[in-house]
C-alpha cells in the first residue's frame, strides 16, 4: 500500500481486541458502582457513556498512533482495574 494507506500491524489489532474484552465488562462494573451510590438513573446513563466513549477513543489511539509500550500498558491497566474492581465488588 502507499505511504499513508497502509494496513494495521496485527498487534495493534490484538491489543485493541483485549482492550475491548477487559473494557466492556469495565464499562458495566462503573455502571453497576454508580447505581449503587447514587441509585440515579440518570447518573448511571452518564457514567456508562462517558466510559464507553473513553475506551472508544483509547482504542482509535491504541490502533493509530499510540507508540508499543503504552499500548501494552494500557491493556494492562485496563485489565488490572478490572480485576481490581471485580474483586472488591
Given at each position: ?6 494496513s ?40 456508562g457513556?462517558v ?12 490502533l493509530?498512533?499510540l ?18 474492581m471485580?474483586?472488591?465488588?
Amino acid at each position: 500500500m502507499g505511504r499513508y494507506g497502509g494496513s494495521v500491524e496485527t498487534w495493534r489489532v490484538v491489543a485493541t481486541v483485549l482492550l475491548a474484552a477487559a473494557g466492556l465488562p469495565l464499562v458495566l462494573v462503573l455502571m453497576a458502582k454508580a447505581r449503587d451510590r447514587t441509585d440515579n438513573s440518570a447518573t448511571v446513563v452518564i457514567t456508562g457513556a462517558v466510559a464507553f466513549v473513553v475506551l472508544l477513543l483509547l482504542g482509535v489511539v491504541m490502533l493509530t498512533v499510540l507508540p508499543g509500550v503504552l499500548t501494552w500498558g494500557v491493556v494492562a491497566v485496563v485489565a488490572a482495574a478490572l480485576g481490581v474492581m471485580m474483586l472488591a465488588g
